[in-house]
C-alpha cells in the first residue's frame, strides 16, 4: 500500500529555474494538499484541492501553482524558483471532511534547495 | 495571536517520565482537534484525535477545552522511541464547502536513557 508518493525526494534548482513536484495517491482520497516546511515556522498551506479539476489558496501561495487534473495526482509548479521558496515541501491528502475526524496522510517530503 | 500557539520546547525527560504538552488556538469556530508525531526529516503522521470528552491511546491521553481553546497531550511512562516534535493540529471550516487544517510549530521532546 503506498498511500501518498511525492517525486522527487531532493533537488537543487537555480534561481529562476522552473519545475514540478508530483504527489500520487492511491486511497481515493478527494482532498489534496500541498504544505512547506521551514524551520520555526511549522506547516504552512500552499494551495490544496477539495476534487478533481478544482484548486485553492492557502496560506502562502505566491510563488507557486497548481494542478489537479486526475483525482489521484496533485502537481505543485514553480514557474521561477527563488531562494525562498528553498524548503521541505510534503503532499497530504484525506477523505472529504464529514462528521467524523478525517486525518491527513503525508507523502515523505521533497527537500527542495534554491540556488 | 497565532491561530495555534505550542511551547517550542525542548522537553528533555528521562525515561518513565510523564510529560505534558500544552496548545491553544484563537479561532473558536475550530472543529476538529489531533496531534500529529514527526520524527526529524520525516513526515508528520497522525497521532491521534482530539475528543471532547477527552481520549486515551495507551499511554497517551488527550484532553480538550473548548471553553478555554485549549488542547493537551499527556505521555505516561516515556519511552526513548516517543523522541519526536509533537504537532497540535486544528480544522475549521474554511468556506465553499472545504476544510483546512492549521498546524502549530510543534513541541520538540528528548526522552533521555
Known amino acids: 500500500n503506498a498511500g501518498v508518493t511525492q517525486t522527487p525526494k531532493f533537488r537543487v534548482l537555480k534561481t529562476g529555474q522552473s519545475m514540478t513536484l508530483l504527489c500520487a495517491q492511491d486511497?481515493?482520497?478527494?482532498?489534496m494538499y500541498w504544505y512547506r516546511q521551514d524551520p520555526g515556522m511549522g506547516l504552512r498551506l500552499i494551495h490544496y484541492?477539495?476534487?478533481?479539476?478544482?484548486?485553492a489558496k492557502g496560506e502562502v501561495p505566491d510563488g507557486y501553482n497548481v494542478s489537479r487534473l486526475k483525482k489521484q495526482n496533485f502537481l505543485l509548479g514553480l514557474e521561477s524558483a527563488a531562494p525562498s521558496q528553498t524548503s521541505v515541501y510534503f503532499c497530504?491528502?484525506?477523505?472529504?471532511?464529514?462528521?467524523?475526524?478525517?486525518?491527513?496522510?503525508f507523502g515523505d517530503g521533497t527537500r527542495l534547495s534554491i540556488l | 495571536r497565532k491561530e495555534v500557539e505550542q511551547d517550542p520546547g525542548p522537553f528533555n525527560v528521562p525515561e518513565g517520565a510523564t510529560v505534558a504538552f500544552n496548545c491553544t488556538y484563537s479561532?473558536?469556530?475550530?472543529?476538529?482537534f489531533f496531534w500529529y508525531r514527526q520524527d526529524c526529516r520525516k513526515e508528520p503522521k497522525l497521532l491521534m484525535s482530539?475528543?471532547?470528552s477527552g481520549n486515551e491511546d495507551g499511554r497517551f491521553t488527550a484532553q480538550l477545552n473548548r471553553a478555554s481553546q485549549y488542547i493537551s497531550l499527556l505521555i505516561r511512562d516515556s519511552k526513548l522511541s516517543d523522541s519526536a516534535t509533537y504537532l497540535c493540529v486544528v480544522r475549521r471550516y474554511s468556506g465553499a464547502g472545504s476544510y483546512q487544517l492549521t498546524f502549530g510549530k510543534g513541541t520538540k521532546l528528548s526522552v533521555i536513557p
Open positions: 497530504a491528502s484525506s477523505y472529504r471532511w464529514g462528521k467524523e475526524n478525517q486525518p491527513q496522510h
Open positions: 482530539v475528543y471532547s
Open positions: 486511497m481515493n482520497h478527494e482532498y
Open positions: 484541492s477539495v476534487g478533481e479539476g478544482t484548486t
Open positions: 479561532n473558536s469556530a475550530s472543529q476538529s
